[in-house]
């Protein structure tokens, strides 16, 4: 064989192999963008007081996925949750699905992705989701709100002595009944008590007069019967 023909020949087989190599990876490129069940991936969570299940599509391909959500009973679908498309990134896409979920409840996510009129994948999530033991708080669940700083101010209790209650001050009450006692400044005046003789003189004069009559009348008798006597004696 010539110089060329072997030149040729080897430059054959540098082009095969330099031409598998490249479908080989371009081969590897397409199984690394296609979208398969491993890029999805699902949890259940709280947002605020409402559970929400939540859905994560990593497929770097972008290929729309419908992903339908379903609650399990004993291995059985018992009611359809609900059913959205997502289109995946390398970050990851996320969609959201609203449902009150009961603490250890079992839900299975269903993945269909189609690529031309080429099903790509249509499969559950592997395991199925559940949820988790403690549900989401509700509003009855928040705590009750600390004291504020002025009522553990005023709960706290107060360096000075607080007064008894034997030594309060009278209640208007009290005052209204100790009114009633009479008290030692109470005497009645000098011009009361000259009213009260004056009204008691007034009252006494006839008995007085008529007094003073009977003492004239025993006395004038006293003395006519000794008159009478010293006569009779006298003759």
């Not at 839900?107 to 009129?117: G, L, Q, S």
């Not at 005052?175 to 009204?199: G, I, M, R, W, Y």
Request: net charge negative; charged share 20%.
């Amino acid at each position: 064989m010539s110089l060329s023909h072997r030149n040729a020949a080897r430059s054959v087989r540098f082009l095969g192999v330099t031409a598998a190599s490249a479908a080989l990876a371009l081969s590897a490129a397409g199984s690394a963008l296609a979208c398969e069940i491993g890029d999805f991936s699902a949890a259940a969570g709280c947002d605020g007081t409402k559970g929400v299940i939540t859905v994560t599509d990593k497929d770097a391909s972008g290929v729309p996925a419908l992903v339908t959500v379903f609650l399990e009973n004993n291995g059985a679908d018992l009611r359809q949750v609900g059913e959205q498309t997502v289109e995946g990134s390398k970050k990851g896409a996320v969609i959201t699905f609203a449902e009150d979920w009961a603490p250890n409840a079992v839900y299975r996510i269903h993945i269909k992705a189609t690529k031309k009129e080429k099903v790509l994948v249509d499969e559950d999530i592997a395991g199925n989701l559940t949820t988790p033991a403690e549900a989401c708080k509700t509003d009855d669940d928040t705590t009750s709100p600390s004291p504020s700083a002025s009522e553990s101010e005023s709960q706290a209790p107060s360096s000075t002595p607080s007064t008894p209650a034997d030594t309060a001050a009278p209640s208007p009450s009290d005052s209204s009944d100790d009114s009633t006692v009479p008290s030692a400044n109470n005497a009645p005046s000098p011009a009361a008590q000259e009213s009260n003789l004056a009204e008691t003189g007034a009252s006494n004069t006839g008995l007085i007069a008529g007094i003073a009559a009977l003492f004239v009348v025993i006395g004038g008798g006293a003395v006519f019967f000794g008159m009478r006597r010293r006569g009779s004696s006298n003759r």
